[in-house]
């Protein structure tokens, strides 16, 4: 079993930035491939960002890496947004998968959530 528990969340102005960290715990999470996903008021589940067990190849949905960068560090997975704005806003999850196929579709574990919001 895997646990996710991000934190780094809260209210912040337009145009400022925020950074996540996603805290994996459980088995070994090195194979895993670890991403975000958010979910704006009355919308579904969207796919900000990923990073493969390497680290070294982050892949991102709609050009969502012009503001946002998804990294991780052994046991941690991060996702720096600048430049936010208020349609930024929304729960953000952690999730894990064996593959970047597999975090598309039907991520193995999630965390709780984190709440962002942009105040314009």
């Known amino acids: 079993q895997v646990q996710l528990v991000e934190s780094g969340g809260g209210l912040v102005q337009a145009g400022g930035s925020l950074r996540l960290s996603c805290e994996v715990s459980g088995r070994t999470f090195s194979n895993y491939t670890g991403g975000w996903f958010r979910q704006a008021p009355g919308k579904v589940h969207e796919l900000v960002g990923y990073?493969?067990?390497?680290?070294?190849r982050p892949d991102y949905e709609d050009s969502k890496e012009d503001r946002f960068t998804v990294s991780r560090d052994k046991n941690m997975v991060y996702l720096q947004m600048n430049s936010l704005n208020p349609e930024d806003t929304g729960t953000y999850y952690c999730?894990?998968?064996?593959?970047?196929?597999?975090?598309?579709?039907?991520?193995?574990?999630w965390g709780q959530g984190t709440q962002v919001t942009v105040s314009s």
């Open positions: 999730a894990a998968a064996r593959s970047p196929a597999l975090l598309r579709v039907a991520p193995n574990y």
């Open positions: 990073v493969t067990w390497s680290g070294d």
